[in-house]
């Protein structure tokens, strides 16, 4: 398995430009999970789905942030308009199905963000 | 609210064995988690905790005490390779909640 791809590695942008991530979950796994990882904050949960439902956005900074997942494949966050705070390494990660409450996250190469 | 406590870096010599602590404060705890990251890459899973007590799993043992809101990692024969950020992480209902992390530097 190739494992939980994340796109781009790194994007640089301007202030006030949107940006776009993307993620491809291990295929089989139900739950999908998006962090970001910076030096002050350590690694912040935003947002998670099951079965392609939002479960928890509780995260989600503010409204300028969005995410979809429109099938089991794939899922994308939307940061319009981006600030430079938003500068982050941002991760993606999946969980396979089932009972057992000992299921690992299984995260991506995550997309390093640098706003300008 | 929640809470994850842990010491922001550590150093230790090869060969060595070290321990880092980690507590917590939160409501529905279903389990804790560590999980390795070394500088410029993803954080891989370590180790898993439910129940009170020691978890082995070759150089590395987790241990957990519900009552005291504490759990440790603990690292024997340290290699070069074991420097990187260790990081608790408490799962509450479905969703995990990482700490901070530690930062560990083996040393020659």
């Known amino acids: 398995d190739a494992g939980v791809i994340q796109s781009p590695r790194h994007e640089v942008t301007e202030m006030g430009q949107e940006v776009t991530l993307r993620c491809k979950p291990i295929?089989?796994?139900?739950?999908l999970f998006w962090y970001r990882q910076t030096m002050m904050r350590g690694l912040e949960l935003l947002i998670y789905?099951?079965?392609?439902?939002?479960?928890?956005d509780s995260g989600m900074p503010e409204d300028r942030f969005s995410a979809k997942m429109p099938n089991a494949s794939f899922s994308t966050l939307k940061i319009q308009p981006s600030e430079p705070r938003d500068s982050a390494v941002y991760f993606c990660?999946?969980?396979?199905?089932?009972?057992?409450?000992?299921?690992?996250?299984?995260f991506g190469s995550g997309t390093q963000l640098s706003v300008l | 609210g929640q809470n994850i406590d842990q010491p922001t870096e550590m150093t230790a010599t090869e060969g060595a064995i070290v321990q880092i602590n980690c507590t917590y404060q939160?409501?529905?705890?279903?389990?804790l988690f560590w999980y390795q990251q070394h500088a410029g890459e993803a954080p891989t899973f370590l180790s898993y905790?439910?129940?009170?007590g020691l978890e082995e799993k070759g150089r590395f043992s987790s241990f957990l005490s519900r009552s005291k809101g504490y759990s440790y990692l603990l690292l024997k024969e340290l290699q070069m390779k074991d420097s990187a950020s260790y990081l608790c992480?408490?799962?509450?209902?479905?969703?995990?909640?990482f700490g901070a992390g530690t930062r560990l530097a083996v040393h020659p």
């Open positions: 990660a999946s969980r396979e199905p089932g009972a057992a409450l000992g299921e690992k996250l299984f």
């Open positions: 295929s089989g796994h139900n739950s």
């Open positions: 789905f099951n079965n392609n439902v939002p479960i928890d």
């Open positions: 939160t409501s529905g705890f279903n389990g």
């Open positions: 905790n439910v129940l009170d």
């Open positions: 992480a408490v799962r509450i209902y479905n969703k995990l909640i």
